[in-house]
């Protein structure tokens, strides 16, 4: 309903309301007083007619005064005459209009009597009805001394009557009464007449059927009572009680209803008046508010829905003017300057916003609940996933590809648990630390922060979670630059220390792939033979190689077992020719030229030349070393031999001279407790060149103790043993035999495990390991591809450490035991020929 | 201080739990070595934080979590996981876990831990 039609059912709705309450009021106030007014007005005039009767009774009074208290009345009542009868009564009869004239002696007795139709004109005989009223001692008898006039009322029969009545006495009024004279008239309807004619006002006596119930006239009281005839008449009753207020006359005056119906009218052309006057205004009122009002509102209106619809805030309502609507159309306008003002401020903001986040460096987005990037996020974002990001799983944009399935569900499942998490703000973060990072991406990494921002007011637009992207791809390089520094560091500080071991080490490696391969191609029985054979040695530098930390030959080295044992597990068959070409597929000889070009560039080229002493082949020392044996015996010659084979011999714990560091940063990256490698004796003068091998293949026994034998920290704690682990290397000389015992203190071999492996990887039967006792157990850890570990690593794991031990100690004619100590440690003993 | 049950089938490792809880002021009133147990001891000593290996013989650590967790919602657990693999300990929060240690086990780790746990029951 628009504000027009409003207006008119309110101002219609007002004026029929006024109308009735105006009629209400009218009938009320107005109406009501009138009828009161007319009440009065009857009671009054009720009582005028009373007091006309009165007047005409005391008429009678004087009358009877005037005939009692006279000579001649006396007389006749002491001697009764036709004379006086004559004389005074028959023409007192119709002058003073009486109906009846009694005269009574002292005791009531009637001494004179006589009845006359006023209408007929002629006399009527005497009813007994006056002997009511004239018993002993009655009010009508005057025996007193009282002389003044008296009139009543009294009732004759149905007829009641006015009476005026006077003791008989003398002219002066002394002496005693001979006897009461009665002077009646009776209230005849023309008597009434009559009277009504004087005082202008219908009297008559009521009737019973004048008011409700034959009871009702009972209920008169001479208060007088109102009854309203009808529509135009009005009546007034009033009791006249008789002299002996038993009986009593009911007057009734009727009046016409004037002053009432004087009222109505008024009230209904006050009505009339006031729907002719609102028959008038409302139109007019009407017209004028749509004029001054509705028209300027509807095109307000319309002005602000154009504004709003269009969202031109630049635009103005029209219809600025003084009054309230034009004020209105002002503070409107004033509002959307203002907007105007603060939509400018808002985009400037967002803009500033914008640049700031844009150019920050850092990818910042938000996620929604579905665990979908929102739609807005930084600039940044979109160089990092190379694209629009908007709508995309949080989860396939950090984990895309198959590969990373799992990844991605735990992304998802984790965003899901921190999304439907309550306000448990602890178990948030739990759940926030353990969702990634760090991750991989393209060919940087992003490093990735995890706000909790929760429910803010603009969460159609941001997220609950805020994420932070940081390219950190620039540092990880970095870090890993600085990681190979160090690493060239020390294998350059190494080669300085021991730039013998180091040429004697590429030397012997350089021999092997040279010429050693080929002879085991050939020598070989079988493929599998000769490729355990290479893959032996090749462990075996990888381990000299890890010891003078050329990590770039070892990382190569490592490649190169794998493929070559990969080689073997896919052909299988016993096809040399194969492994012969894999093996020089892999060019096995340049495997370390990397780490040695960097060395070139820090020491100069001379680096693997230059040399202090002249360089002499082995074979040529050797064959010197015999010539001098075939010299004629003497001095000289002895101290020539002694002095040749001084050239080569060196004390045996030479030969481990770079174990004890090589150990030590093993265990760091093992993140073993370890004090260090603890050498002891092997003072005495051997050969070196005859145990290089031994070298190399005593560093996997090392290793061993180090990956397997020694627990962790905390195992040592629990098992009460010192947090450090101890690994030794004692080196003894009896009766020409050269006995190495390496050990450690750790946890010792698990028989248990080790008999699992050995079934496992079907090194034997059930039956034939029921029969082994400890030593053949042990002894089985020398069989080649032998482990128990599961993986392996650069260090250890796959099987061929101790294979390569027993190897070389059998090629040196030695022997090698295991003593296991559970609980306690393992120690190798070997034994080798002096 | 807390009143703490430790469930690991490891005696040794109940042992060094013991002695870190105890370094930290916390009461053990407690332990099992398996879930039977651990539900059995946790309706007994009603411990205001329980520390939970996954890996155990018979009910494993997730299920005895559940099976904890469903009478006595209010449990406090801590989740001991020597995996490592963060979808076990997510498994775990979400069968009703409040925390997590990530073997190997320090005297830092395990204090923190049960701080953090008595602290998201007060947040409720």
């Known amino acids: 309903m628009n504000l027009r039609k409003k207006t008119l059912c309110l101002v219609s709705l007002a004026f029929l309301i006024m109308i009735l309450t105006v009629a209400l009021l009218a009938r009320e106030l107005l109406l009501e007083k009138f009828a009161r007014m007319e009440q009065d007005n009857v009671r009054e005039n009720t009582f005028r007619a009373v007091a006309a009767l009165q007047a005409n009774m005391q008429d009678l009074g004087n009358m009877s005064m005037d005939y009692a208290a006279w000579n001649d009345t006396r007389d006749f009542m002491d001697s009764p005459n036709q004379e006086y009868i004559d004389a005074n009564i028959d023409s007192a009869m119709p002058n003073f209009r009486l109906n009846l004239l009694l005269m009574l002696d002292r005791n009531g007795k009637l001494v004179f009597g006589r009845g006359w139709d006023l209408e007929e004109k002629k006399e009527v005989n005497i009813t007994d009805d006056w002997k009511k009223y004239a018993y002993e001692r009655s009010p009508l008898l005057r025996n007193g001394e009282d002389r003044e006039p008296a009139s009543a009322l009294l009732c004759l029969g149905d007829m009641p009557a006015l009476a005026g009545y006077y003791p008989i006495v003398a002219n002066d009024k002394s002496g005693l009464s001979r006897g009461t004279l009665v002077m009646v008239r009776y209230l005849e309807p023309a008597m009434l007449k009559d009277l009504s004619r004087t005082i202008y006002l219908p009297v008559r006596l009521a009737q019973p059927d004048d008011l409700d119930g034959p009871d009702s006239l009972s209920r008169i009281t001479r208060e007088p009572t109102v009854n309203v005839v009808g529509a135009n008449e009005i009546a007034g009753y009033v009791r006249v009680p008789d002299l002996l207020g038993s009986e009593a006359a009911i007057i009734r005056v009727q009046l016409p209803r004037n002053i009432y119906n004087e009222g109505m009218q008024s009230v209904l052309y006050l009505l009339m008046s006031l729907v002719a006057i609102g028959l008038l205004y409302i139109p007019i009122a009407l017209f004028l508010l749509d004029r001054l009002a509705l028209q300027k509102l509807q095109r307000l209106m319309a002005d602000i829905l154009s504004i ?527 | 201080m807390a009143n703490v049950m430790i469930v690991d089938d490891a005696m040794i490792v109940r042992k060094h739990l013991t002695t870190m809880l105890q370094n930290e002021g916390h009461t053990v009133v407690a332990e099992a070595s398996h879930g039977l147990q651990a539900y059995c001891n946790y309706e007994r000593y009603r411990p205001d934080v329980v520390t939970m290996d996954v890996n155990m013989p018979g009910m494993n650590g997730l299920e005895t979590i559940e099976k904890i967790i469903k009478d006595f919602p209010d449990a406090r657990i801590v989740v001991v996981s020597a995996f490592g693999t963060k979808t076990v300990i997510l498994d775990a929060l979400q069968r009703g876990a409040k925390n997590y240690i990530l073997k190997p086990i320090s005297q830092e780790k395990v204090a923190q831990a049960v701080k953090e746990a008595l602290a998201a029951e007060c947040e409720q």
Not at chain 1, 366 to 377: A, D, E, F, I, K
Not at chain 1, 690 to 695: H, K, S, V
Not at chain 1, 708 to 727: N, S, V, Y
Request: with cysteine.
């Open chain 1, 308 to 834: 709003s619809s269009a969202q031109r805030w630049a635009a103005r309502v029209r219809g600025e003017s003084g009054d309230e609507i034009g004020l209105l159309a002002r503070a409107i306008n004033h509002m959307l300057a203002m907007l105007e003002f603060s939509l400018g401020k808002l985009r400037d903001s967002n803009e500033a916003m914008e640049n700031l986040l844009n150019n920050a460096g850092q990818g910042f987005l938000t996620l929604g609940r579905n665990l979908q990037v929102q739609t807005q996020y930084s600039m940044e974002c979109e160089r990092l996933f190379g694209g629009e990001i908007s709508g995309r799983k949080f989860s396939e944009l950090i984990y895309p590809g198959e590969e990373n399935k799992e990844n991605r569900q735990f992304v998802d499942r984790a965003l899901t648990m921190v999304a439907e998490n309550g306000a448990d703000k602890v178990r948030r973060r739990i759940i926030l630390e353990l969702l990634p990072q760090e991750v991989p991406l393209g060919s940087t990494t992003i490093g990735i922060g995890y706000r909790w921002v929760g429910h803010t007011r603009s969460q159609e637009e941001f997220g609950p979670l805020m994420v932070v992207l940081t390219d950190i791809g620039h540092t990880r390089q970095l870090e890993k630059q600085l990681e190979q520094e160090k690493a060239v560091l020390k294998m350059a500080v190494k080669a300085a220390m021991d730039p013998q071991g180091l040429r004697d080490a590429l030397e012997g490696y350089q021999t092997f792939c040279r010429e050693e391969i080929a002879e085991i191609l050939s020598g070989a029985e079988s493929a599998v033979d000769a490729s355990s054979r290479i893959l032996s040695s090749l462990h075996s530098y990888k381990g000299l190689f890890g010891q003078l930390e050329m990590t770039h030959t070892v990382q190569q080295l490592h490649e190169a077992e794998t493929a070559l044992l990969q080689q073997r597990t896919e052909s299988g068959d016993n096809n040399k020719e194969a492994l012969g070409v894999v093996a020089a597929g892999l060019e096995l000889s340049r495997l370390p030229q990397r780490d040695v070009e960097t060395l070139q560039n820090i020491y100069g080229e001379g680096f693997f030349h230059r040399q202090e002493y002249a360089m002499v082949p082995l074979a040529k020392l050797r064959a010197v070393e015999q010539q001098a044996t075939g010299l004629p015996p003497g001095e000289t010659t002895e101290a020539l031999l002694l002095e040749l084979r001084r050239l080569n011999h060196r004390p045996f714990r030479d030969l481990l001279r770079h174990y004890p560091e090589y150990t030590r940063s093993l265990a760091e990256r093992l993140h073993k407790p370890f004090a260090g490698l603890e050498i002891e004796g092997g003072e005495f003068l051997v050969d070196l060149s005859l145990y290089r091998g031994l070298t190399k293949v005593l560093l996997h026994i090392i290793r061993n103790a180090l990956d397997h034998g020694l627990e962790t920290e905390q195992e040592r704690q629990q098992a009460g043993k010192p947090e450090t682990g101890r690994i030794y290397c004692r080196i003894e000389w009896h009766n020409n035999e050269i006995i190495l015992y390496i050990g450690d203190d750790g946890r010792g071999i698990n028989m248990q495990e080790l008999r699992q492996t050995a079934l496992e990887g079907g090194f034997c039967s059930a039956s034939e390991l029921a029969v082994m006792d400890e030593a053949a157990l042990t002894g089985l850890l020398f069989r080649e591809r032998f482990s128990t570990r599961k993986e392996s690593s650069l260090l250890s794991g796959r099987g061929l450490g101790l294979s390569a031990v027993q190897r070389e100690v059998g090629r040196l004619r030695g022997r090698v035991f295991i003593h296991n100590r559970p609980g306690r440690g393992t120690e190798f003993e070997i034994r080798l020929p002096g």
